[in-house]
């Protein structure tokens, strides 16, 4: 069995930041790609960000210069540090994980976290 645990969400002002944390944990042998998504109400949810085993990474545009994603492998662990926080940067963020359990990987996801972002 997997766990994946997001911590780090909250209320934050326009113009703040916010480090999102996700901790894989139980049966692992290895992860691949690790990636943060999110869904705002009524929209689906939508890539924001991924990085692979080697440390490569990619970006929605509307996050690019703002966000950075960063992991680390000893821990089973994939960050998110949102800077200059948009009010149109509100929504859920659920983080993934593509993880080899046996013979094959799957995907895995967080139960998701908040993110608000208003004045």
């Known amino acids: 069995q997997v766990r994946m645990v997001e911590t780090g969400g909250g209320l934050v002002q326009p113009g703040g930041s916010l480090r999102l944390s996700c901790a894989a944990s139980g049966n692992i042998f290895s992860i691949g790609q690790m990636g943060w998504y999110r869904q705002a109400p009524g929209n689906q949810r939508e890539l924001v960000a991924a990085i692979r085993t080697g440390g490569s990474s990619n970006y929605a545009d509307s996050v690019k210069g703002r966000f950075t994603i960063s992991r680390d492998n000893a821990k089973n662990t994939v960050y998110l540090q949102m800077n200059s926080l948009k009010p149109e940067d509100t929504a859920v963020y659920y983080c993934?994980?593509?993880?080899?359990?046996?013979?094959?990987?799957?995907?895995?996801w967080g139960q998701g976290t908040q993110v608000t972002v208003s004045s």
């Open positions: 993934n994980a593509e993880i080899l359990r046996g013979y094959k990987y799957d995907v895995y």
